[in-house]
């Protein structure tokens, strides 16, 4: 039965969750001018690994990318599903502590950190657990509830908007490529678009449909970029952590019974990551069972929680997880390009009649 609504949905959601948050401070810090130019170059490559991804997993149509990897041969599965396996875990230790950090800011500042961290992985290791249908399902029924409050915030956002701001349009000077800060906005262009290659055997989809949910996101990251520049200018964003969160907590409508409309937007935001986090767990899980095969995948989803769990604890501040995030941007480039490459020249070897040896 044709999934496809729920892939496209899912796509959107955890898109969204990982776009509003780090992604425009990375931007307003990797260039002062022409924002645009960064971002479109990021979407370029966004488009075009998907649809690369995508070509070569309709050579394997009963087949998730664990599977792809392991009939290669034992140097496919080193070279690529290995890496895989530790980018994934390394997304949630980041993800668990980051946005643990995030939530405690805005909302829970009297909390203690690995409290937070501890209800937001165990939200994330029950759905990871219960299984991929669950996790998706969950997904479609979150949407329903969540995304039109989270659309109506993305629209009233243009409220304090100077669209003299957005000028000057076209900037010659392309420094930003020279900028590590700019390759981490990557985390938000090629996050999660792997995980297509994990539920085709379980939930099948259309590829026309993930191509229209790719399309659907492209003008958030520009929204996200520039409402805020044009609501407080390039300046004083640059000095913001979180600069749509900013703008968001700026919005004033005297028609609207709630105080602040940021509280919905991000408890919104963060329900989509814990979706996130859900999906990567499991994903985990599934790489390691290749290596373990215990009867049980639900086990290693729980030890790894517990693992991730540990690892998180030993962050001690923001500056650490930025520089964990820096270290983890090679093994993420090198992920994000080479699985979808891989994926693509092993379907056209098996189309050839070729092994890998």
Same mark, same amino acid.
């Given at each position: 039965?044709?999934?496809?609504?729920?892939?496209?949905?899912?796509? #959107?959601?955890? @898109?969204?969750?990982?776009?509003?948050?780090?992604?425009?401070?990375?931007?307003?810090?990797?260039?002062?001018?022409? @924002?645009?130019?960064?971002?479109?170059?990021?979407?370029?490559?966004?488009?075009?690994?998907?649809?690369?991804?995508?070509?070569? !997993?309709?050579?394997?149509?009963?087949?998730?990318? *664990?599977?792809?990897?392991?009939?290669?041969?034992?140097?496919?599965?080193?070279?690529?599903?290995?890496? *895989?396996?530790? /980018?994934?875990?390394?997304?949630?230790?980041?993800?668990?502590?980051?946005?643990?950090?995030?939530?405690?800011?805005?909302?829970?500042? $009297?909390?203690?950190?690995?409290?937070?961290?501890?209800?937001?992985?165990?939200?994330?290791?029950?759905?990871? /657990? $219960?299984?991929?249908?669950?996790?998706?399902?969950?997904?479609?029924?979150?949407?329903?509830?969540?995304?039109?409050?989270?659309l109506?915030?993305?629209?009233?956002?243009f409220?304090?908007?100077?669209?003299?701001?957005?000028?000057?349009?076209?900037?010659?000077?392309?420094?930003?490529?020279?900028?590590?800060?700019y390759?981490?906005?990557?985390?938000?262009?090629?996050?999660?678009?792997?995980?297509?290659?994990?539920? @085709?055997?379980?939930?099948?989809?259309?590829?026309?449909?993930?191509?229209?949910?790719?399309?659907?996101?492209?003008?958030l990251?520009?929204i996200?970029?520039?409402?805020?520049?044009?609501?407080?200018?390039?300046?004083?964003?640059?000095?913001?952590?979180?600069p749509?969160?900013?703008?968001?907590?700026?919005?004033?409508?005297?028609?609207?019974?709630?105080?602040?409309?940021?509280?919905?937007?991000?408890?919104g935001?963060? #329900?989509?990551?814990?979706?996130?986090?859900?999906?990567?767990?499991?994903?985990?899980?599934?790489?390691?069972?290749?290596? !373990?095969?215990?009867?049980?995948?639900?086990?290693?989803?729980?030890?790894?929680?517990?693992?991730?769990?540990?690892?998180? !604890?030993?962050?001690?501040?923001?500056?650490?997880?930025?520089?964990?995030?820096g270290?983890?941007?090679?093994?993420?480039? /090198?992920?994000?390009?080479?699985?979808p490459?891989? *994926?693509?020249?092993?379907?056209?070897?098996?189309? $050839?009649?070729?092994?890998?040896?």
């Amino acid at each position: 039965m044709d999934k496809s609504i729920q892939i496209t949905v899912f796509y #959107i959601l955890t @898109h969204m969750g990982l776009i509003f948050f780090l992604y425009p401070a990375n931007i307003i810090e990797s260039t002062t001018a022409a @924002h645009w130019i960064p971002i479109c170059i990021g979407l370029f490559v966004h488009i075009l690994i998907v649809i690369i991804y995508l070509t070569g !997993l309709q050579f394997f149509p009963h087949k998730d990318l *664990v599977s792809i990897y392991t009939a290669s041969g034992a140097t496919m599965t080193f070279l690529f599903l290995l890496p *895989v396996g530790v /980018y994934f875990l390394m997304i949630n230790i980041i993800a668990v502590r980051a946005y643990s950090e995030i939530i405690m800011i805005i909302f829970l500042s $009297k909390t203690p950190l690995w409290a937070i961290m501890g209800l937001l992985l165990f939200s994330a290791t029950y759905l990871a /657990y $219960k299984g991929l249908k669950a996790i998706f399902q969950t997904g479609l029924i979150l949407a329903i509830l969540v995304l039109p409050l989270i659309l109506f915030t993305i629209v009233v956002s243009f409220q304090n908007v100077d669209w003299r701001y957005i000028y000057p349009i076209w900037n010659d000077d392309f420094s930003f490529f020279n900028k590590s800060v700019y390759y981490k906005s990557f985390f938000a262009i090629g996050g999660s678009f792997l995980f297509l290659g994990f539920v @085709h055997p379980v939930l099948p989809y259309r590829p026309k449909m993930v191509l229209l949910s790719v399309i659907a996101i492209l003008p958030l990251f520009l929204i996200s970029v520039y409402v805020p520049i044009m609501t407080f200018g390039q300046a004083t964003s640059s000095n913001f952590l979180f600069p749509y969160v900013m703008t968001v907590d700026a919005i004033q409508l005297s028609w609207l019974m709630f105080n602040r409309v940021t509280m919905f937007f991000l408890l919104g935001l963060v #329900i989509f990551i814990t979706l996130f986090m859900a999906l990567v767990l499991w994903k985990t899980a599934r790489i390691m069972h290749a290596f !373990l095969p215990l009867r049980n995948q639900g086990l290693l989803v729980i030890l790894l929680a517990i693992f991730i769990f540990s690892c998180a !604890l030993f962050i001690s501040d923001w500056k650490e997880i930025e520089m964990i995030f820096g270290w983890n941007t090679p093994l993420r480039f /090198y992920v994000v390009f080479g699985v979808p490459l891989s *994926v693509l020249i092993l379907g056209l070897r098996q189309t $050839k009649g070729e092994t890998t040896p």
